[in-house]
């Protein structure tokens, strides 16, 4: 069982910098790739981007790449999202997610079994 809380979300410019964080409970937290996902108002949820379970290959989406970065530390159990330059399209609710199949699948949202509860991120331009 792993149970995952978000953070960091709030009001940003376009054109700054925000960071989000995941603080996942249980000692198991190494052994998942992780992701993160974020549904706009209106659509449905998206993947964003993930990372293997040592941290070694990252997997994003065409509309992040470059400007985004995902990143984890597995000895505090958390998992990162810098979000550089964000857009107002990037206007979201974020999810963080674990899942225990590889960073092949990991753009699919059925890989994942554990959901955290979200953080709203809004860009305003």
């Known amino acids: 069982q792993v149970q995952l809380v978000e953070s960091g979300g709030g009001l940003v410019q376009a054109g700054g910098s925000l960071r989000l964080s995941c603080a996942a409970s249980?000692?198991?937290?190494?052994?998942?790739?992780m992701g993160w996902f974020r549904r706009a108002p209106g659509k449905e949820r998206d993947f964003v981007a993930a990372?293997?379970?040592?941290?070694?290959?990252?997997s994003y989406a065409d509309s992040v790449k470059g400007r985004f970065t995902i990143s984890r530390d597995n000895a505090k159990n958390t998992v990162y999202l810098q979000m550089n330059s964000p857009k107002p399209e990037d206007t979201a609710v974020y999810y963080c997610?674990?899942?225990?199949?590889?960073?092949?699948?990991?753009?699919?949202?059925?890989?994942?079994?554990?959901w955290g509860q979200g953080t709203q991120v809004t860009v305003s331009s």
């Open positions: 990372i293997s379970t040592s941290g070694g290959s990252t």
């Open positions: 249980g000692r198991t937290f190494s052994g998942y790739t």
């Open positions: 997610a674990a899942s225990r199949g590889s960073l092949i699948s990991a753009s699919s949202s059925y890989e994942y079994e554990y």
